[in-house]
């Protein structure tokens, strides 16, 4: 009969379920704070990468490659990816069950008096007195205990055989601070929780609500791009012209844009901007009336930056303010072909007008004020000695198309202005877009008039500069650019530039006809073939030439153009009636500064430009609209941890005993003094209490 192995003397480690372990591992510290370390480390992408940007943005920055890998991992809306609310919600996990493990413990600490501790203990404490006294053990103990209550101190008095125990303590609220502190981490992450975008998210997964990526009224945008009023939580913007009503707000997503229906209706009656001297915004306010849809409760307000109206639980910020509408007088000018003919148009921001059957202008923006830290610059010659070809090119190009203010050290602000901002689409869909100025500005000593053109909305302007006229005006540029586009006039030009510079001499035909040719020839080709001109053509057409000689050939070709090119001009003030302009240094420097903008106009990339001549503005506030419950949540997680923090550093907790026995001439005591953190304030109320306790036992005794 076989018999079961003895286990008598082995001990035997039973291991704890899994469901424990991974209780501790999530509730530990050491998870916590890994935790911790991974969410500081995703706020810091968060602040270094710009957040809910264009899609656009991120492919110019990164390219298409990083720009995919990047948005797969969330890292374009940081603080509302899977992954970091997923940290966030294990965050809450680990510190509530960290609290509700150790709270329990740290209550009955706090309401434990440790009276179980031995004589033989306090012994090996490293702070401890003994002495004694001529009275009765109890008359001690009542003598000590009431001391001890007198510097703060509970006591309780606990009677043994053979002598009694008083245990004392003070400062037990410090738990308090790890339990508040705790407890405001999860607050105030669970306040964020409720002021982020998951209830959004979970009405795209759950209820099936789509961003809305096409173009068109709010009011036409499909009910599937809705959310209702009774979203909990989100965060929108809406703009408001004057006079004009708005009951719902434009939430940004990543792939798109959700429309919120609000429980409110805003009304702008009046927008007031104040200036500084310089022509910066002081401040912008909004004369509102708010409308509850529900009971038709209204209430008026003045909405300021930084003062928002709270209404029926809603917050009403002043964000900025825009172009609400704004009505425009233009004449338009052709920037291609033989004609210098102008034309009368009229825009209204925010909506579009045919251009002929070719083109599409799409008003974009008005803004009645333009501030701009005008520095000085110096305005290259179009062919500089001793410069190579690319050289001058590059340089002409960066100097000419430039921004309005290059020189960012310069502090002369200075407002310069009306501007408004359109694009122009073409039959295939394709969009430049443009911003004019409406007055000319002071630039390098000359009077120019800028046309901004860029390729994208992530690029910033560059700036044709066409001078203006005597009269201010752009008529003899636009003259000018005309002229150079007809051949007759051309030809015309040359002849008057060859009879003009011909020396007087018996072979000056011949000379005539053969400067007459070279100036033709280098009108023709600074006039390009439609695509390529000015001094690209010239750069082009000067390549061709031995290397040696291109220096020298570069100077005869820019003094017979910019000889002819005045006769050019002369020949198109006479096609209008007018009378030659004087040959002085204003004019030279007109001609010159004319030379680089037809030059560079071939970069302009439109067929007509657009000169604002009158205006009628209608102003536009933006506000953002913002529902936050978890605002308050917030404000209480703030105040728990304020509370732990001034517990754990201004609430030291401090223990303390005295055993007293019989003794043959009356009593005697020992006292031992702990705490968790010995600190100067702690040793001095021991040689405090070391040096009190014996003298109040010495005075009761001789009274």
């Known amino acids: 009969m076989s018999s079961s192995p003895s286990t008598s003397g082995i001990a035997v480690k039973t291991r704890r379920p899994l469901i424990g372990e991974l209780i501790e591992l999530i509730s530990s510290m050491r998870f916590a704070i890994a935790l911790l370390a991974m969410i500081a480390i995703a706020a810091v992408v968060g602040t270094v990468m710009k957040q809910n940007e264009a899609t656009n943005n991120y492919i110019n920055q990164f390219g298409p490659f990083w720009f995919e890998v990047f948005r797969k991992l969330g890292l374009y809306a940081v603080y509302s990816a899977w992954w970091f609310l997923l940290l966030m919600g294990m965050l809450v996990t680990s510190t509530t069950l960290c609290i509700v493990r150790n709270t329990p413990k740290m209550l009955r600490d706090m309401r434990s008096w440790r009276e179980n501790v031995r004589a033989t203990s306090l012994l090996n404490f490293h702070h401890k007195m003994q002495w004694r006294a001529p009275l009765a053990r109890t008359a001690l103990a009542q003598q000590s205990a009431a001391r001890l209550a007198d510097a703060g101190y509970a006591v309780k008095t606990v009677e043994r055989e053979g002598g009694t125990l008083l245990a004392a303590k003070r400062g037990a609220g410090n738990k308090f601070g790890y339990i508040f502190a705790h407890a405001a981490i999860v607050v105030i992450c669970i306040g964020g929780l409720l002021d982020s975008d998951m209830p959004i998210r979970a009405q795209e997964w759950f209820a099936g609500k789509v961003p809305f990526n096409g173009t068109g009224l709010i009011a036409n945008v499909p009910a599937q791009s809705r959310l209702s009023t009774s979203n909990p939580s989100f965060r929108g913007n809406t703009l408001v012209p004057e006079g004009a009503t708005s009951d719902s707000a434009i939430l940004n997503r990543p792939d798109g844009v959700l429309i919120q229906e609000l429980p409110i209706t805003i009304s702008l009656k009046k927008f007031t901007v104040d200036f500084y001297t310089t022509g910066m915004p002081k401040l912008f306010a909004s004369e509102v009336e708010v409308r509850d849809n529900a009971s038709g409760e209204k209430v008026q307000a003045v909405i300021e930056v930084n003062k928002p109206l709270i209404f029926k639980g809603l917050a009403i910020y002043q964000s900025s303010f825009d172009d609400g509408g704004s009505k425009l007088k233009l004449t338009g000018f052709p920037m291609a072909g033989g004609s210098s003919a102008s034309f009368a148009l009229n825009g209204e921001v925010g909506t579009s007008t045919p251009l002929g059957d070719a083109y599409t202008v799409e008003w974009t923006g008005f803004r009645a004020f333009n501030v701009e830290n005008m520095g000085n610059t110096q305005d290259p010659r179009a062919v ?135 100036a033709d020839k280098s009108l023709t080709i600074f006039a390009g073939d439609g695509k390529v001109g000015g001094f690209v053509a010239i750069s082009r057409f000067l390549e061709k030439i031995p290397q040696a000689e291109q220096e020298k050939a570069a100077d005869v070709f820019m003094k017979i153009l910019n000889g002819t090119l005045w006769e050019l001009w002369q020949v198109a003030r006479a096609k209008d009636g007018l009378p030659p302009a004087t040959p002085d240094q204003n004019h030279a420097r007109f001609l010159q500064l004319s030379t680089n903008a037809l030059s560079d106009g071939y970069f302009y990339g439109a067929p007509i430009y657009l000169q604002l001549d009158d205006f009628i503005q209608v102003q536009a506030s933006v506000f953002q609209i913002t529902r936050s419950p978890g605002k308050n949540v917030v404000y209480l997680g703030c105040l728990f941890l304020v509370i732990g923090v001034f517990s754990m550093f201004y609430i030291r907790e401090r223990r303390l005993w005295i055993w007293i026995t019989d003794h043959a001439d009356g009593a005697e005591a020992l006292m031992a003094m702990s705490t968790q953190r010995k600190t100067l304030d702690f040793e001095r109320e021991f040689e405090n209490l070391k040096e009190k306790l014996p003298q109040s036992a010495a005075a009761l005794a001789s009274a």
């Open 384 to 518: 500089t000695k001793g410069e190579s070809l690319e050289q001058t090119l590059s340089a002409t190009l960066d100097k000419h198309t430039g921004s309005a203010a290059r020189n960012a050290n310069n502090k002369d602000m200075k407002n310069v202005g009306p501007s408004f901002t359109y694009k122009l689409r073409d039959k295939n869909g394709q969009a430049r877009e443009y911003q004019n100025y409406m007055q000319p500005i002071q630039i390098d000593g000359a009077t120019m008039y800028l046309a901004g053109m860029r390729n994208s909305p992530s690029d910033p302007f560059t700036y044709l500069r066409i001078p203006a006229d005597d009269e201010h005006g752009l008529k003899d540029w636009m003259r000018l650019r005309a002229a150079l586009n007809a051949p007759a006039m051309r030809t015309e030009a040359a002849q008057r530039y060859a009879r003009r510079a011909a020396p007087p001499s018996a072979s000056a035909q011949q000379i005539q006809q053969q400067l007459q040719a070279s």
